[in-house]
């Protein structure tokens, strides 16, 4: 079904390190600058960031991020070995960007009509995830236009990635959700530039009406693996990915 060749254009990131331990960024034999790439949140004071696995991010200059509003963002930077604090669980880095916000639309019941379909939901280690037990992380495989990255990055604005949830009855154990590539703009145009944008949504208020009885969480979406047509796409295995939410545990 997927193409065997395509042009990629990460306009936010594809391989995010989803999460890393102080300990393992000490086994390195590399004295020099070490880099890191990770998707944090930002703390309520914005002085620091927080990882997957609670490592704290402490940019060198705490200005640079005093004015961001707090959420989900993509963190870059750059540390030496010395930087790393084991006994706080710290990292202090410089950073080599601005931190990318990632905070997606708010999750509802609403539904969402896609305008487009999407590349797949599980790709080469490239899927959804759980931050943490109320934050889901999603690397949206979107299709775009353009033959540069400033067109691409211009055509992406143009996309919302809506995460809506079916109807949650009493008893149920499985959260549905339902994956829309949403274009406010040239809806009909046709689409075949691969592009991954990474998306936080926070599932709080939705995870609450289980009443801890949660097991499993099912993303569904549109798939077509050569463009963004939804005639020929559909919710085969490769539009459906699963989450075992029994299994996260903080």
């Known amino acids: ?18 999460g890393m331990s102080v300990t393992s960024c000490m086994n390195g034999d590399d004295n020099g600058p070490q880099t890191l790439s990770v998707i944090a949140r930002l703390d309520y004071y914005n002085s620091s960031f927080k990882m997957m ?9 705490p200005s640079s991020i005093m004015l961001l509003n707090s959420g989900m963002y993509i963190v870059n930077g750059q540390y030496n070995q010395e930087d790393v604090n084991v006994s706080t669980a710290s990292i202090t880095l410089t950073l080599t960007s601005t931190p990318t916000k990632i905070d997606g639309a708010a999750v509802t019941s609403m539904e ?13 280690n490239v899927y959804p995830f759980l931050f943490d037990k109320n934050t889901l992380i999603v690397p949206a495989m979107i299709w775009s236009k353009g033959t540069t990255n400033a ?10 990635v809506y995460i809506t949830y079916d109807e949650i009855k009493e008893g149920d154990t499985e959260l549905v959700l ?28 939705v995870i609450s009406q289980f009443d801890g009885k949660l097991k ?30 029994s299994k996260i545990t903080q």
């Open 112 to 124: 969402q009509t896609p305008d487009a379909a999407i590349y797949a939901l599980d790709y080469q």
């Open 53 to 61: 696995d609670g490592t704290k991010l402490v940019p060198t200059d």
């Open 151 to 160: 067109e691409v990055a211009e055509d992406v604005k143009k996309h919302t």
């Open 1 to 18: 079904m997927f193409m065997k060749q395509m042009k990629f254009f990460l306009v936010a990131l594809m391989a995010v390190v989803m």
């Open 216 to 245: 499993k969480i099912t993303i569904k979406a549109k798939v077509n693996g050569e463009n963004n047509k939804l005639d020929d796409a559909n919710y085969t295995k490769d539009g459906k990915f699963e989450i075992d939410y």
């Open 178 to 205: 339902n994956l829309s590539d949403v274009i406010s703009e040239d809806k009909t145009e046709k689409r075949a530039v691969l592009t991954i944008v990474h998306q936080s949504y926070d599932l709080t208020s």
